[in-house]
């Protein structure tokens, strides 16, 4: 057999198999016709013991299209980690080569410049202008919700078939679909759902009672997001919002209590590989609706029991294969927990460099070992969910007067004795785009006590006397 699939095999490439295992499937010649117009051939799945020499032949040599690799800016990591590992990385965005930076310039096979990201017939034609010069796909990525569909549909219109297709795509862009996919769980959810007149609404208000939060039902982070406080805003969100920017909203109960996330990687199967929790010190909705709002959250060095449950319940569900996950919950100020949303992603901004800093590893190259195979949940292996050190995403806004200057802030850590205290792991100027919901000028923190961080978060916040 192995003889003959050498000498007759066209080609080669990884299926989904019957027991959902990714396995080679083989192709083979049979015969060409008289006009030489048409291939006829057969393929099979190819099983152990020959599944292994493809499986080393296989993780020789990937070709990876990563989209949009110039945003946000850490993303270069994900290429350089991919190339480590021997694949061919090319890549498709909207910027101009020359303003790249070093690194994916040096990484990266090829760079296809389009007009726009958001014009897929540009995209599809760079697409294949990649496949004619460097051979079959294998692996398609962006780490950016807002490319998920055109992921999906790249991998339909060029059968690579390892990801989502489009038909997969709504569960984890609309939140009703979410919603009811959560409830068949048994996972508490906000009550509400989809409803477009005033009348609905102040029925569901009449039985739920004020104030509602109204968001896209499909849409991503906390855009056009409100907090409705009673009748009079949710008609006039009716009569400027609702009119300005048409679409399906959803309508929840307000939910009191502090937003916390499970997030992490899971391997081709659905196991999950590493997990952590977030939590934020204010909701991104505040953040975006007030720009006085101080914005911390911090990565506690445990996962609480019913939120790791949850969470792999989740993980399951939405088979999320070969990804990150950002799922969103409440703690409700009665220790209920409620399920929010689903994303195919990790926490936002610099949250992947937030559980590099937590969990003492690098999260870059452990997604690019999943991708080439090197990496799974194998037989008596344990996830990681206990991180080594609290981590704390915490931004100042430029407008305020604080008591302590940045070089005050860098001194205490520096004096502070590094198994008790704080350190000052980054500090950065926060890019004009996220800056309303994410700060001005942002630091990472990290610390093996919960006191400690919180102490420097009360130095880091003070403002001067009047």
């Known amino acids: 057999l192995a003889l003959f699939v050498a000498q007759h095999c066209v080609l080669v490439e990884w299926q989904q198999g019957p027991d959902d295992r990714l396995l080679p499937r083989v192709a083979f010649v049979l015969y060409i016709d008289d006009c030489l117009s048409k291939l006829v051939w057969r393929s099979f799945y190819l099983q152990a013991p020959f599944v292994r020499l493809f499986s080393i032949a296989d993780r020789m040599v990937r070709t990876v299209l990563f989209l949009s690799p110039q945003f946000p800016a850490n993303f270069c990591h994900f290429v350089s980690h991919l190339k480590e590992e021997g694949c061919v990385v090319v890549a498709i965005g909207d910027a101009s080569f020359d303003s790249l930076v070093d690194i994916l310039k040096a990484d ?16 599809y034609r760079g697409v294949a202008h990649l496949i004619h010069h460097h051979g079959r796909l294998d692996w398609v990525q962006s780490h950016n919700e807002h490319w998920l569909l055109v992921e999906a549909r790249i991998r339909q219109d060029f059968n690579i078939r390892t990801g989502y297709m489009p038909e997969e795509i709504s569960q984890f862009q609309r939140k009703s679909v979410m919603k009811r996919m959560f409830r068949e769980l048994g996972l508490n959810v906000p009550e509400g759902g989809v409803m477009s007149t005033p009348d609905e609404v102040c029925e569901f208000a009449n039985r739920v009672g004020y104030p509602l939060i109204v968001k896209p039902d499909m849409g991503v982070g906390a855009m056009d997001t409100f907090k409705l406080k009673d009748e009079g805003e949710m008609r006039n969100f009716f009569n400027t919002t609702f009119i300005e920017h048409p679409q399906e909203y959803i309508f929840e109960r307000f939910i009191s209590g502090r937003l916390i996330t499970f997030d992490g990687l899971a391997d081709k199967r659905s196991h999950i590989l590493v997990s952590g929790t977030l939590q934020y010190g204010a909701a991104i909705m505040e953040c975006v609706s007030n720009a006085n709002q101080d914005i911390y959250g911090y990565i506690s060095r445990k996962v609480p029991e019913d939120l790791k449950e949850a969470g792999k319940k989740l993980v ?151």
Request: hydrophobic share 40%; aromatic share 16%; charged share 30%.
């Open 316 to 466: 399951e569900a939405f088979k999320v294969r070969g990804h990150f996950f950002h799922f969103e919950f409440f703690r409700e100020t009665n220790g209920r927990l409620v399920v929010l949303e689903v994303n195919l992603r990790l926490t936002g901004g610099k949250g992947i460099d937030m559980y590099n800093y937590a969990f003492d590893t690098d999260l870059y190259k452990m997604w690019a070992e999943v991708v080439v195979d090197k990496l799974e949940l194998k037989p008596g292996m344990e996830p990681i969910t206990d991180a080594k050190y609290f981590s704390c995403y915490a931004s100042r806004r430029s407008h305020k007067m604080y008591q302590y200057t940045h070089d005050d802030l860098i001194n205490k850590a520096a004096w502070s004795p590094e198994e008790q205290g704080v350190q000052v792991m980054w500090s950065f100027d926060v890019p004009e785009l996220f800056r309303r919901a994410m700060g001005d000028f942002a630091y990472i923190l990290r610390s093996p006590t919960e006191e400690a961080l919180c102490h420097m978060l009360n130095d880091l916040f003070a403002l001067k006397a009047c």
């Open 108 to 123: 990266l096979t090829e760079y296809y410049e389009v007009p726009s990201m958001e014009d897929y017939d540009e995209v």
